[in-house]
C-alpha cells in the first residue's frame, strides 16, 4: 500500500491547476477548436456584442473587423462598433467575468452565449499570448476610456491595467477591443471570419459591417435597411419546457410569498384556476411558499404542468427579421436574380416553448457554391460549425429540390436561407452551432422552403422558357441569310431587303411570345415533325 | 416546257415573298411523303399518292432548316433549267453543301437530305426530278434484239456485247424503233443477268433481258412502262426469293410509296412474277441452300402482309409461307442443281406452264 496517495498531495496539484488548463477544458465548449475556428470565434463574441447592445440602445450599427497577421498562426483582431459605450465601472464586468453557470434565468430571444462571450476571447487571447486585451470605450461624453483587461480566473473577475483618460474631443461614442492571439490561422474558407460576417450582414440588414483583411483588402456589407429592429422582449416562461431545475432556480428568486401567486407571475397562461388545477394534481398547497419547494415537490408540479392543458405561448416576444428584410439583405449580398422569403407563422416545439422559422432562396449572381449553399441561423446569429448535425441542413436536404425545378444540386446556384427565433433554441451541444432535431421545427423549415419552393420553380420555368425562346430564336435567324439568298435569286429581289423582313418576322414573333405565355400556337412550336395539314 | 418549270420554281418562292410582305409566318405546302399518304388504286391497279400536305414552316424550328433547304434546291434547279445543264443528284449535293455562316452547321450534311427535298418538289410542283435537269446515277442495262435511238445513235441492244446497253437516269428522248422480241424478263441481280447472256437465254428464248440492279431504278421502271405501253411487251419479274425482291416486283408492278405521286408512268400493273417463290424450295429441292431470315426481314414480311397490293391467296401463301419456315431463297442458289440449270430448265419450264404469282 506505499503507492496510495493521501488528499493533501492530491489537493495540491488541483490547486497549481494553470489558467491554461483550466481555459483547455473549457475551450471546446466556447468554440475554442481549431485554428480556423478559434480565429472567427473570436470575431464572433465581439460583433454578437456589439449587434446586442447596439438593439438594446435602438443605434444603428457600424461594425469594423480588422484582422492583421503579426507572426505565423499570430493574429491581432480589432472590433470597432457605435454602441453606447460601456461606463468605466461596468468594464471589468462585461470584459472580465466568466458568467457560465451563473446565468439570469432571462426567457429572451438573444444572438449568442450571453456572458461568456467577450470575458472567453479575452481568456483565449490571455492563455495563447499571456497579453492582455486593449480597450477603448466612451458612451460619447466628454472623456474615453482607455485600457487593457486580464482575467482573474480564480475570483472570476477582470482586472483593468494601464487604464488613462482621454479627451474625447470628437464626440465619439463606442467600444474599440482588440485581442491577440496564436496558434490561429486566418483563410477565407466557409469557417472564416470573412463568412461569418457575409452571413452577419445578411441576417442583420439593418447593420454596416467593415472587414480588413490581414492583406489590407477592405471590404463593406453595407446595410440594406435603416430600421433598428425592436429589442426582443422577456417573456414569461410558459409552464411547457420547464424542468424541475428551472422551477427551483426561480422559485429562489421571486418576490411571490405562496406558490400561487408565484405560479401566477411568474409564468404566461397560467390563471387563478390553472394554479388550482395543478394544485390539486401535484398534491403541493398553493400556500407553499416558494422558497421551501423541495427537489420533490418541484417534480411534482412540473408534472402536473405536462398533465394540464394551456394556450400557447404569447408570441410578441420573439423578433424575426422579416421576409421583406431577408429578400433586401439576400439581394444587396448576393446580386441574385431571384429571391423568395417566408416568415412562418409562431409555432411550438417539445409542448410549449415558441419558435418562428424564416426562410429564403437566392438564385442566381453571388448564390450557391458549387451547388446548394446553407445558410443558418439561431436568433440572426449565424451557425457555420457542425453543418453535418443540424437539423436544418437535415430538412433543407429532405426537400426535393427537383420538384422546385433545381436540375443539378451539386451545380445550382441556389443560397438556402434559414433563420430559426426562439426563445430557447435547441442546439445539439454546447458548441451550440447546430439544432436539435425537433420534429416541428423540421417540418416548420420544410414547409418554410417548400412555399418558397414553389415560387423558384415557377421563377426557374420561367427562365427556361426564355432561354429555349432565346436560343430557337437564333437558330431560325442563323438559316435567314441563305433562305433570304435564295428566295430573292428565285424571285429577283435584293436578298439584303428579303433577309430583312425574315428576320424581322422571327424576331418579332419571338420576341412577342415572351409577353403572351399562353401562345402555344404557332409561334413556339416545339413539334418534331411536320404537321398535317387540315384537310 | 423549260419555261413552264421555271414559272413553277418561282411561284413557290413568290408565295413566300407574299407571306413575308403580309407578315405572315413564312410557310409551304408540300404533298405528304410515306405510306400514310399512298393508296392503292383498285381500278388501276397502281399505288397513288394521297392527297395529304404537310406544312413547312420556317418559324417552327423543326422545319426550318428543310424550308432554307427547300429554297436552295429550288433556286438550283431554276439555274440549270435556265443554263440548260444538266446535274447528277449528287452533284447538286456538293454544289449546294457548304458550312451556315456563323455556325459548325452544313446546308446540308448528307446527300440523304438533298435528294429528299427533290423529291419533295417533284411532289410540290407536279414535275419530274428529269424536267429539273437533275439525274440519278445510271444503274441498270438491258440485253436483246431491240433498237433504239438515243441523241442521233441508233443501236441494237443485242449487239453491243455481253454487257448490253445501260440505261440512263433520264430515258424521255429515247425512241424505240424495232423489238423482235416476245416478252421482258426483268433480273434482280446482274450477276443473274450475266449468267443468262452467258447461257444464250435471251436470245433462246426471245426476249428481252433487263438487269434491275436491285431495286429498280427511275429509268429502269420508266424504260419498262414505256416498252410494255409502246412496244406491247409483257414484262415478267426474276428476283430472289425474299421480301426485298418480291418488294422489287411490286415496286415494278404498281409503283413505289417513296415514289408513289409518279406510278402512272413508272409501273407496270400486268408485270407478273416467275420467282423465286417459297414453292420453288420445295418443287427444286433446294432446302439445302437455303439462308435463314434476319429479324429486318421478318419485320418486312409482316409489312408485306399487310400492304393492300399483296392482299391475294397466292401471295399472302407466300409470305405466310416465308414467315413459317424462316428462310430465303436466292437467285443464284440455284446454281446449286447446275450453272445452265436456271436457263435451260427453271425459267423456261416455269415461262411456258406460266407458272406466275399475280
Redesign the interface.
Known amino acids: 500500500m506505499a503507492d496510495v496517495r493521501n488528499a493533501d498531495e492530491l489537493f495540491k496539484e488541483f490547486k497549481a491547476q494553470s489558467v491554461s488548463e483550466f481555459f483547455k477544458k473549457n475551450a471546446a465548449m466556447l468554440g475554442y477548436t481549431g485554428k480556423i475556428r478559434s480565429l472567427t470565434t473570436i470575431v464572433h463574441e465581439g460583433v454578437t456584442n456589439s449587434l446586442d447592445a447596439c438593439e438594446e440602445a435602438g443605434i444603428l450599427p457600424e461594425i469594423s473587423v480588422w484582422v492583421e497577421e503579426l507572426g505565423t498562426e499570430h493574429y491581432r483582431v480589432t472590433m470597432e462598433d457605435n454602441a453606447s459605450g460601456i461606463p468605466l465601472e461596468y468594464v471589468p464586468q462585461v470584459f472580465g467575468r466568466m458568467l457560465a453557470g451563473s446565468k439570469a434565468h432571462r426567457n429572451i430571444q438573444s444572438r449568442g452565449q450571453q456572458g461568456i462571450g467577450v470575458s472567453g476571447a479575452v481568456m483565449f487571447s490571455q492563455v495563447t499570448t499571456g497579453k492582455p486585451t486593449s480597450f477603448l470605450t466612451s458612451t460619447g461624453d466628454t472623456h474615453i476610456v482607455k485600457g487593457r483587461v486580464q482575467l482573474d480566473v480564480k475570483r472570476n473577475l477582470g482586472e483593468i491595467v494601464d487604464k488613462e483618460k482621454l479627451h474625447n474631443t470628437s464626440g465619439w461614442r463606442g467600444t474599440v477591443i482588440a485581442h491577440e492571439a496564436k496558434g490561429v490561422l486566418y483563410n477565407k474558407s466557409r469557417y472564416s471570419p470573412y463568412n461569418y460576417l457575409r452571413m452577419t450582414s445578411i441576417a442583420n440588414p439593418h447593420a454596416r459591417i467593415t472587414f480588413i483583411e490581414p492583406d489590407g483588402t477592405r471590404i463593406l456589407f453595407e446595410r440594406s435597411t435603416t430600421l433598428v429592429p425592436k429589442p426582443p422582449k422577456a417573456i414569461k416562461p410558459h409552464p411547457y419546457g420547464i424542468t424541475p431545475d428551472d422551477l427551483l432556480t426561480m422559485a429562489s428568486n421571486t418576490d411571490a410569498k405562496k406558490l400561487g401567486a408565484f405560479l401566477e407571475k411568474e409564468f404566461v397562461r397560467i390563471s387563478s384556476a390553472k394554479a388550482e388545477e395543478i394544485a390539486s394534481l401535484s398534491g403541493v398547497s398553493l400556500a407553499q411558499q416558494p422558497a421551501r419547494l423541495s427537489w420533490d415537490d418541484a417534480e411534482r408540479v412540473v408534472n402536473a404542468f405536462k398533465a394540464t392543458k394551456f394556450f400557447a405561448p404569447p408570441t410578441e416576444g420573439l423578433r424575426p427579421i422579416g421576409g421583406e428584410e431577408i429578400a433586401k439583405s439576400l439581394t444587396s449580398t448576393l446580386s441574385p436574380e431571384f429571391t423568395q422569403t417566408i416568415t412562418r407563422a409562431p409555432q411550438t416545439f417539445r409542448g410549449g416553448i415558441l419558435f418562428v422559422v424564416e426562410a429564403g432562396l437566392a438564385y442566381g449572381g453571388k448564390a450557391g457554391k458549387g451547388g446548394i449553399e446553407i445558410i443558418r441561423y439561431a436568433n440572426r446569429a449565424p451557425l457555420i460549425f457542425d453543418q453535418g448535425g443540424c437539423a436544418i441542413t437535415e430538412a433543407v436536404k429532405s426537400v426535393d429540390w427537383k420538384r422546385y425545378g433545381v436540375r443539378d444540386v451539386e451545380k445550382v446556384p441556389l443560397t438556402v436561407f434559414v433563420n430559426i427565433v426562439s426563445t430557447h433554441v435547441p442546439y445539439t451541444s454546447a458548441g451550440k452551432q447546430a439544432l436539435a432535431m425537433e420534429e416541428e421545427i423540421h417540418a416548420e423549415v420544410r414547409y418554410a422552403l417548400m412555399d418558397c419552393g414553389r415560387a423558384l420553380s415557377r421563377f426557374l420555368a420561367g427562365k427556361r422558357k426564355l432561354y429555349e425562346r432565346r436560343s430557337k430564336m437564333n437558330t431560325l435567324l442563323k438559316y435567314v441569310p441563305e433562305t433570304a439568298a435564295a428566295i430573292a435569286a428565285l424571285t429577283g429581289q435584293d436578298a439584303a431587303g428579303v433577309a430583312d423582313r425574315l428576320s424581322r418576322i422571327v424576331s418579332e414573333r419571338y420576341e412577342l411570345v415572351d409577353e403572351d405565355e399562353g401562345d402555344e400556337g404557332e409561334a413556339a412550336p416545339t413539334d418534331t415533325e411536320e404537321d398535317t395539314d387540315e384537310q | 416546257m423549260s419555261n413552264e418549270i421555271n414559272a413553277k420554281?418561282?411561284e413557290?418562292?413568290?408565295a413566300?415573298?407574299a407571306q413575308?410582305?403580309e407578315?405572315?409566318?413564312?410557310a409551304i405546302?408540300?404533298p405528304?411523303r410515306g405510306l400514310s399518304n399512298v393508296f392503292f388504286d383498285d381500278g388501276e391497279r397502281i399505288l397513288r399518292l394521297g392527297?395529304?400536305?404537310?406544312?413547312?414552316?420556317?418559324?417552327?424550328?423543326?422545319?426550318?432548316?428543310?424550308?432554307?433547304q427547300t429554297?436552295?434546291v429550288?433556286?438550283y434547279a431554276?439555274r440549270l433549267v435556265a443554263d440548260d445543264k444538266h446535274a447528277g443528284i449528287r452533284e447538286l449535293y456538293y454544289a449546294l453543301k457548304h458550312s451556315?455562316?456563323?455556325?459548325k452547321?452544313n446546308?446540308f450534311e448528307d446527300q440523304n437530305e438533298s435528294n429528299i427535298i427533290i423529291e419533295d418538289l417533284e411532289r410540290t410542283l407536279d414535275v419530274l426530278r428529269e424536267q429539273l435537269n437533275l439525274t440519278a446515277d445510271r444503274r441498270g442495262f438491258i440485253y436483246g434484239d431491240i433498237e433504239i435511238r438515243d441523241s442521233g445513235d441508233r443501236f441494237n441492244a443485242s449487239k453491243l456485247g455481253r454487257g448490253g446497253w445501260a440505261v440512263p437516269g433520264n430515258i424521255e428522248d429515247i425512241t424505240f424503233k424495232k423489238a423482235n422480241v416476245d416478252y421482258i424478263l426483268a433480273v434482280e441481280t446482274a450477276a443473274m443477268s450475266d449468267r443468262l447472256i452467258e447461257e444464250k437465254f435471251p436470245v433462246q428464248n426471245n426476249c428481252l433481258l433487263v438487269a434491275c440492279q436491285g431495286q429498280a431504278p427511275r429509268g429502269i421502271r420508266r424504260l419498262l412502262s414505256r416498252l410494255h405501253v409502246e412496244m406491247n411487251l409483257p414484262v415478267v419479274v426474276f428476283t430472289d426469293g425474299d421480301p426485298y425482291g418480291w418488294y422489287i416486283y411490286s415496286t415494278i408492278k404498281q409503283g413505289s410509296i417513296n415514289l408513289a405521286y409518279l406510278s402512272n408512268t413508272l409501273s407496270v400493273p400486268e408485270a407478273q412474277f416467275v420467282g423465286m417463290t417459297m414453292d420453288d424450295i420445295e418443287t427444286y429441292e433446294l432446302g439445302g441452300v437455303t439462308e435463314k431470315l434476319k429479324d429486318l426481314d421478318k419485320k418486312r414480311i409482316e409489312e408485306e402482309l399487310k400492304y393492300p397490293w399483296f392482299q391475294n391467296r397466292k401471295w399472302q401463301k407466300q409470305l405466310n409461307k416465308c414467315k413459317k419456315m424462316g428462310v430465303r431463297i436466292e437467285q443464284q442458289a440455284l446454281a446449286n442443281k447446275s450453272l445452265e440449270f436456271v436457263a435451260k430448265e427453271y425459267l423456261p419450264e416455269k415461262i411456258e406452264s406460266k407458272n406466275f404469282l399475280p
Open positions: 420554281l418561282v413557290l418562292a413568290q413566300v415573298l413575308l410582305e407578315e405572315r409566318p413564312p405546302h408540300i405528304q392527297d395529304k400536305t404537310s406544312k413547312r414552316s420556317f418559324l417552327n424550328i423543326a422545319h426550318t432548316k428543310k424550308f432554307m429554297m436552295l429550288a433556286e431554276k451556315i455562316a456563323k455556325s452547321e446546308t
